[in-house]
């Protein structure tokens, strides 16, 4: 049988010579034919060169490199349409996701299942702001969105073959692998683990970050946004109707003066607002609408294979990897 890993890299020179070590070293998988799949996301320190090396060396190591920084989705899905394995399986360098989880994987697939789903079910290496930020996604993605995602799963899962030709076809730039994964659907199982600390080097993940992963889940996946400022614009309106026939009534009926000056600049300037937010929900889809439209690549990649010496010309590509194998002097070996 044959176990791809696929391995989405940015700045990892402290930690991918360990994760290899690792694999190379785990005792399940002697006697298996383990394929590594790194995918460098436009990393600036020596990663790539690691990268080449452990290449040269090992022929069930693949190399993508992204000509600049794409972002973790982008590299997953390149490393997923990349991966050749009966079994697909996405994970960290970092090994916070444990080798040992990955036998159970596999035996659950043994058994019929399409996806397995890695849960964690302590996160207490995570900061308290993390885990908090996590939960409360989780909870709102769930309450508006289809298809639901499992909570506390990331992307560290196992997918048959059949399941990651289905995800290739799909041809959404605007990327949210954690929905993509859930929407292609399949037998699924569940096998939980304990996270654990990072191997070596720190997390490139900040708060302004997984602010737009969160964003880019709930757009990607739902039109509530957009549906609540239907029922938040008739509130206003009849709000605004009521309040009006009531100024209307205690002038005529009253002889009240209708209070001027205030009252009107505080109903502006509340529906100013409630109209710029309208805009910017709009905006994300859009913008989203904008970008699917232009149909680029997800990403660029100039070099591919399992040996520094594998190159090609600069393209980019969508679905199917392109191999164009030459020598120094642009000559087919």
Known sequence: MKISLVVPVFNEEDAITIFYREIRHFQPF??????????DDGSTDFTAVLMKEMAQEDSLVKNIFFTRNFGKEAALFAGLAEASGEVV?????????????????????????????????????????????AEWFYHLHNLISNPQIEENVGDFR????????????????NLFMKGILSWVGGKTDVVEYVRAERAAGKSKFNGWKLWNLALEGITSFSTFPLRMWTYIGLFVAGCSFFYGAYMLIDTLCFGNPVKGYTSIMVSMLFLGGVQL?????????????????????????????????????????????????????????
């Open 30 to 39: 002697q006697g298996e034919e383990v394929e590594i799949v790194f995918v």
């Open 89 to 133: 399986i996405p994970i960290d360098v970092d090994l916070q996701d444990p080798l040992e989880v990955i036998p159970r994987m596999i035996e659950k697939w043994r058994e019929g299942a399409d996806v397995v789903l890695a849960k964690r079910m302590d996160r207490s290496c995570d900061s308290y702001l993390k885990r908090k930020s």
């Open 158 to 173: 196992l997918m048959s073959r059949e399941v990651v030709e289905h995800i290739k076809l799909l041809p959404e730039r």
């Open 277 to 333: 937010i309208g805009i910017g929900v709009l905006g994300e889809y859009i913008g989203r609408i904008y970008i699917e439209t232009k149909n680029r690549p997800r990403e660029g990649a100039n070099k591919r294979g399992n040996s520094s010496r594998l190159t090609q010309p600069f393209h980019f590509f969508m679905f199917e990897p392109i191999f164009s194998p030459v020598n120094a002097l642009n000559q087919p070996i």
